[in-house]
């Protein structure tokens, strides 16, 4: 418990970090929201210097930290200039289709890359181990823009699935499975790309972990008791490779964020990603800042969520009392 | 029908054969199969009920691939390994599981060879749910508790995990292991050689105790001469993969002698027979 104190410390001190250097990085980019404002004849420069003094855009950098921290604590995150609403509601809103999206794609990805990897280690040099690391090359080898466009182009020419959204026109006159399959429709194409962008991946480490355990020791000493090949599979190796695998599990969780971005553009769903390089593209500052923290924040808790998991299966890194 | 597979009778003080084994590893591309080591070659030895019969040999010269063979963790290339009368090699699930719990090998490096994740309690238990699933809690603990016993194993270890024992503790451990499933065969792969002097004795003498308690026939592979000498009553000899027929023979050739004692600093007989003595351990 007080190890875990201890982490949720460390990560709320990393977070204000985060909010710092994000907060004077894009400060210090050139231009900002009301250099665009001033580029348009139609607003007079009285105008732009009279919202620059509401918005609090002239005062000096800590000024605008502290009351940008100052509305942190209100819970509106800062004002998005450009759509005129406080930043919490915001991204929070657009945070939770992306959180939605990238939960079902970590699934996915697991649920893929786990039997991928356990069937390539158990079969070491043979032509299951070979042709696996062939298709995961490929897929590695594929840009995600191209992945995402070959699963529109398959989504547009067979019809199968919708092609951007998350829910149909109609769907507000639908039952509440109805809604369920509509949405889990329009969840399947962006779902499918992030999760074979990152499946390689996981598959490659759960292959490499399971390598390493399967020749162990005494995995060999278990064989030659006579312990049949599953439980040899579920009681011992799985076990033991899991450690490597949770660590990567926290890692996958933050850094599928990052990818989701990207793939919500060319797919069109309504997430951060499509909110974040607007706001970039306008200069709208709190909002970037927002969804960084909102990123760091997935991050560490991915990992926290991985220390606590190592925690209960792993009696070693457990304090010992005396 | 197949008959289920069981030791030869009694009367026949040969439990294990060995007849010219060999084991070639072979080199595998796309495109070919060529062998690129022979492991052993036409090794031939028998094992006896209550007896030990040491093998020792430079590194590399093929002792541990004749163990690893023996329990069928590799499978031999030619030859056979005779075991009630069957050749064990190429046996289906069901026999090679009873041919499995009546063999059992004991490592070197103990540490790597017990479960890390596994408490003590749950790695001695493991032989028993395998080989024995029907048998009720209480008798899964009177086992375990005897298994214990005969390791010489405090009670206190039990809840404890491998990396919290000393090597010794840890040896007693894999013995304890082996002793559960009650076996009739123990191979022990330098089991003693990564242990201290003092702890190499207690297991030493462990080992005696069981082997006359339970008729148990050992392979005792070493490089450790003094302890050929001290535990095994015959020896052979092995080199690139092939016992020595010439090879000289260290003590008594007679198998139905007790093992010839070793005058050594460190050991003397005791009034019940041979025995080591040494300092305790300060880890047992």
Redesign the interface.
């Known amino acids: 418990m007080r190890q875990l104190a201890w982490r949720l410390g460390q990560s709320i001190l990393l977070l204000v970090g985060v909010s710092l250097c994000s907060f004077v990085l894009l400060s210090a980019a050139p231009g900002n929201f009301f250099d665009e404002l001033k580029l348009n004849p139609q607003i007079s420069s009285a105008t732009v210097s009279a919202l620059q003094a509401q918005y609090g855009a002239n005062r000096p950098l800590p000024e605008r930290y502290a009351r940008w921290v100052a509305s942190i604590v209100r819970g509106d995150w800062g004002y998005s200039l450009s759509y005129h609403s406080p930043v919490g509601g915001l991204v929070w809103q657009r945070a939770r289709n992306t959180l939605l999206l990238t939960t079902f794609a970590v699934l996915l990805a697991w649920m893929v890359a786990l039997p991928w990897g356990i069937a390539e280690a158990l079969h070491k ?1 043979g032509w299951i181990d070979r042709t696996g690391e062939v298709i995961l090359a490929l897929l590695l080898a594929m840009p995600d823009v191209l992945l995402a466009l070959l699963l529109l182009l398959l989504a547009a020419r067979t019809g199968w699935f919708p092609t951007g959204g998350m829910s149909s026109t109609d769907a507000a006159e639908l039952s509440a499975a109805a809604k369920a399959w509509d949405l889990a429709r329009h969840l399947f194409l962006p779902a499918t790309a992030l999760a074979l962008t990152t499946m390689p991946i996981l598959a490659r480490h759960v292959r490499s972990a399971m390598v390493g355990v399967l020749d ?3 995995l ?9 090949k599953f ?1 040899l599979l579920s ?2 190796a799985l ?2 490779a899991l450690n490597s695998l949770i660590s990567l599990f926290g890692f996958s969780v933050g850094s599928l964020l990052s990818i989701s971005l990207l793939v919500e553009i060319i797919l069109s769903w309504p997430g951060l990603g499509p909110l974040v390089v607007e706001a970039v593209l306008a200069r709208d500052i709190y909002v970037v800042v927002a969804a960084t923290m909102f990123s760091a924040a997935c991050l560490i808790v991915g990992n926290l969520l991985a220390d606590v998991l190592l925690y209960c299966t ?3 890194i457990r304090p ?1 009392h005396s | 029908m197949q008959t289920k597979l069981q030791p030869m009778p009694s009367a026949n003080p040969v439990i294990l054969s060995v007849r010219n084994l060999s084991l070639q590893y072979a080199h ?1 591309t796309p495109f070919e199969s060529r062998t690129a080591v022979t492991a052993l070659s036409n090794v031939s030895l028998d094992l006896v009920r209550g007896k030990t019969l040491a093998l020792v040999g430079p590194s590399g010269c093929g002792k541990s691939s004749l163990a690893r063979c023996l ?1 069928l ?1 590799e499978k031999p290339s030619f030859g056979q390994i005779l075991y009630g009368g069957r050749d064990v090699i190429g046996l289906k ?1 069901k026999e ?2 009873d041919f ?2 009546d063999i ?2 004991i ?1 070197q ?1 103990s540490a ?6 596994m408490t003590i309690e749950e790695v001695l238990l ?2 028993l749910d ?2 024995e699933p029907t048998l009720g809690k209480k008798d899964r603990f009177l086992r375990l508790v005897s298994a214990c016993e005969q390791a010489a194993l405090s009670s206190k270890w039990l809840t404890r ?1 491998p ?2 024992l000393s090597g010794g503790q840890r040896q007693r451990v ?1 013995i304890a ?2 002793l559960v ?1 009650r076996p009739k065969i123990l191979i022990l792969d330098e089991a003693l050689s990564a242990l201290d002097l003092s702890t190499q004795s207690h297991i030493a003498n462990l080992l005696m105790d069981l082997q006359s308690a339970h008729s148990l026939a050992y392979l005792f592979i070493t490089h450790d001469l003094r302890m050929a000498r001290l535990l095994a009553h015959d020896v052979l000899a092995m080199k690139a993969g092939q016992i020595l027929d010439s090879a000289p023979r260290l003590f008594t050739p007679d198998i139905h002698a007790g093992p010839t004692p070793i005058g050594t600093v460190s050991t003397a007989k005791d009034t019940e027979g041979m025995r080591l003595h040494v300092m305790p351990s300060v880890n047992e």
Do not use: C, M
């Open positions: 040099g162990a020791p005494f060999t000493a278990a064989r030659g008791h006579g312990i049949p439980r009681r011992y076990p033991v792993d009696p070693r010992v | 595998k329990v963790l699930s090679l599981k499995r719990r059992h090998l490592f490096d790597s060879a017990l479960n890390p994740g493991e032989p395998i080989h995990r990396d919290e894999a292991r082996s499933a």
